[in-house]
């Protein structure tokens, strides 16, 4: 007699490290016999794969446990399980907040829920609690459906932190960084590519600190140099850098390799060397000036994004003018700011003094209409201008989502390609016809493998 496989949801949310972790944890719950389904009232078991990074972060997570609590009872769903970040950082006090869930996996027990799932299942009637290892996923060669569209894929390369930023809990629920071997990640590269991914995004916590803990320190510009050697591959993107870290010899990799595209994600947080001392970023306001200006010089065409925390403890109207003059001074193709959120466990939760909600907000505000500002000009410069654009997927009638080499998926900006019969996962030359704050419209002008051009494409 044949077994009908067990009906699967699995939700995830968070970062693209979170999605790496989610893949594995399908793959294993596939190859232990069950199946996906999109609707959670058609499963009989759902996993959440939390996000607890920021408050804000939790209280989503949350919001999505609520909602899937509502759907127990009601059509097959039986069992819940939470996994992920706020997982590891609740623990027990989530079976009490939510009387329906079955069980909680921390980050580094994502591998444990293939069994729990089946053992649930099985009626067991305990509720198990699993956080006593905090990690996430760093197998090489387990099963992993990819999540995002076939040409794209993440290269989780470490997990875990060794920095102490004074306002980040990812130590405490990532645990010490361990990078993997530059063999396993080859291996996995040359997989993917293999299977059909043109563009390979290397993530981890900190991905200039990749292979401090490995014998013999090989360093983010050894993977790279190794990546850029696989067949198959189009684009390397590498997202995460510490502003600490980088290195002259990082540069002069990162601008040589063939695929890499010149794209620097470095989180900055502040310019305000009093506001990176009370972060404990471990460099001051002129060095990340001067390092800037090292990326822009040493990469020829490189598009950057960063971050900024507004409203950290201790942040003066003075110290918010200098980053606003930064930004106007030395424009970044890419923004995000934080409103700064209080966080409990870590060392910035007792620092004074506060800065008042309302002034937070409105800092915020002021920084990301000035970046408005900024982008919008940028971008109508650029009508009229050519440049190659990776297609996505379809966007419309005769329309599809595209990006140019410095805009990361589902995080950047995009191009909005009017064509025919466009592939995912190739390269096209395209005229920019429009602009919006944060994205560009073009047509085709041609389509094939324009490499060439990928290096000095922003």
């Excluded at 980040?168 to 063999?183: D, E, K």
């Excluded at 002034?359 to 000009?377: G, S």
Aim: aromatic share 6%; proline share 6%; glycine share 10%.
């Amino acid at each position: 007699m044949t077994t009908v496989p067990r009906a699967l949801a699995f939700i995830t949310l968070g970062c693209p490290k979170n999605t790496v972790d989610s893949e594995h944890m399908i793959g294993l719950l596939v190859q232990a016999g069950f199946r996906t389904v999109a609707d959670p009232a058609e499963a009989e078991v759902v996993v959440i794969n939390t996000c607890g990074f920021l408050q804000s972060a939790v209280r989503e997570s949350r919001s999505a446990i609520e909602e899937i609590v509502a759907c127990k009872g009601r059509g097959r769903l039986r069992r819940i399980i939470v996994a992920g970040c706020l997982a590891q950082r609740a623990g027990p006090a989530l079976l009490e907040e939510f009387p329906e869930v079955d069980a909680v996996l921390g980050t580094g027990q994502w591998s444990e829920v293939a069994r729990v799932a089946s053992h649930l299942l099985d009626g067991a009637d305990t509720r198990p609690v699993m956080i006593d290892h905090p990690g996430g996923a760093l197998e090489p060669l387990g099963p992993r459906p990819l999540s995002t569209p076939r040409h794209i894929a993440y290269l989780k390369i470490s997990e875990g932190c060794d920095q102490r930023c004074t306002f980040c809990v990812i130590p405490q629920l990532r645990g010490p960084q361990r990078s993997r071997t530059v063999a396993d990640l080859l291996g996995e590269a040359a997989n993917l590519a293999a299977g059909g991914v043109r563009e390979l995004s290397v993530i981890g916590q900190d991905t200039t600190a990749y292979g401090a803990d490995l014998p013999g320190q090989p360093s983010l510009a050894d993977l790279l140099e190794a990546l850029d050697q696989i067949a198959g591959l189009t684009w390397i993107r590498v997202q995460y850098t510490y502003p600490r870290r980088w290195t002259d010899r990082l540069i002069e990799v990162w601008a040589n390799a063939v695929h890499v595209v010149p794209y620097v994600d470095l989180p900055l947080q502040h310019i305000a060397t009093g506001q990176l001392r009370a972060m404990a970023r471990g460099i001051t306001g002129p060095a990340s000036r001067a390092l800037v200006r090292r990326i822009r010089t040493g990469i020829p065409g490189v598009t950057l994004r960063t971050t900024f925390i507004v409203g950290f403890p201790g942040e003066t109207a003075e110290q918010f003018e200098e980053l606003c003059r930064y930004i106007e001074d030395e424009p970044f193709e890419h923004l995000v700011v934080f409103p700064y959120e209080r966080e409990p466990g870590t060392v910035a939760w007792e620092m004074t003094p506060r800065v008042p909600l309302t002034v937070r907000r409105a800092r915020r505000a002021r920084l990301l209409e000035l970046q408005q500002r900024l982008a919008m000009a940028r971008n109508a410069g650029r009508v009229g201008e050519r440049l190659t654009v990776m297609i996505d997927g379809p966007a419309g009638r005769n329309q599809y989502a595209a990006r140019s080499a410095g805009s990361a998926f589902e995080v950047d900006g995009g191009v909005v390609v009017e064509g025919d019969g466009l592939v995912p996962g190739t390269l096209v030359e395209v005229r920019v016809t429009g602009a919006a704050a944060y994205d560009l419209f073009a047509r085709v002008e041609g389509a094939g493998p324009f490499l060439q051009l990928v290096k000095g494409t922003a």
